[in-house]
């Protein structure tokens, strides 16, 4: 799965750099990143979406608005990279937090599985990394829609009677789903959000905290 995963990855890379415009004004920067990619589009703004975080409160574009943020999309059944993610994420913010750096973004895990990820799980799963961590979950169509706003894809394989069915996202799980077990295949990128709720940069497999935490500090310097 993990495979799978960094395959997925690897395709969206470069989708993202051919099909988003930069603009003049990040160039420069764009050429000094170690770990990331400006996929900032000033004619592309963040479409207008409606969840609610793990806490049980309303979560919308407001709440993306006047900090930084890295936002991850991530699901609590994934046996290996959300996990290997959010300790990386966890890591990344350590190592902001010991270099005194400008900024420390906060963090925001949307779940591509709202079907078993309740608010409530949510919450104990993004604690143990860090207790400042907010869980996303919600109407699935919501999800889908930032999902695809923010070049992500997720598939969903379901396991039966000795068969495997491979599931696109827009596909409605049939009613046994969770009876029957199913796991995700899914993109592993981490997302840097302006304080204006826009998507600036992206960070591909696999994430080197050092390089993501010089390149957070650029961005923040140069924006």
């Not at 990279?81 to 902001?96: G, R």
Request: net charge negative; with cysteine.
């Amino acid at each position: 799965m993990l495979k799978k995963v960094l395959i997925l990855a690897s395709v969206f890379v470069v989708i993202l750099v051919v099909f988003v415009n930069t603009g003049n004004d990040y160039k420069s920067l764009a050429k000094q990143l170690k770990a990331s990619h400006v996929v900032y589009n000033p004619d592309k703004e963040l479409p207008a979406f409606s969840l609610v975080d793990h806490n049980n409160n309303k979560f919308d574009n407001q709440q993306l608005e006047g900090d930084w943020t890295l936002l991850l999309f991530i699901y609590t059944h994934c046996p290996d990279v959300c996990p290997t993610e959010l300790a990386n994420v966890s890591m990344l913010k350590a190592n902001l937090v010991n270099s005194k750096a400008e900024v420390v973004p906060n963090v925001v895990a949307i779940t591509f599985d709202p079907l078993r990820d309740t608010p409530e799980l949510l919450k104990d799963y993004v604690a143990h990394f860090d207790k400042d961590f907010l869980g996303v979950s919600g109407d699935k169509a919501q999800i889908d829609k930032l999902v695809d706003a923010f070049g992500a894809y997720y598939e969903v394989v379901i396991e039966k009677d000795g068969k495997t069915v491979v599931q696109k996202s827009s596909v409605e799980l049939p009613e046994t789903a969770v009876e029957d077990g199913y796991f995700i295949n899914h993109t592993a990128w981490i997302y840097l959000l302006s304080p204006d709720g826009q998507i600036f940069a992206g960070f591909p497999t696999p994430h080197n905290i050092f390089d993501m935490s010089s390149d957070i500090n650029l961005i923040v310097e140069n924006y």
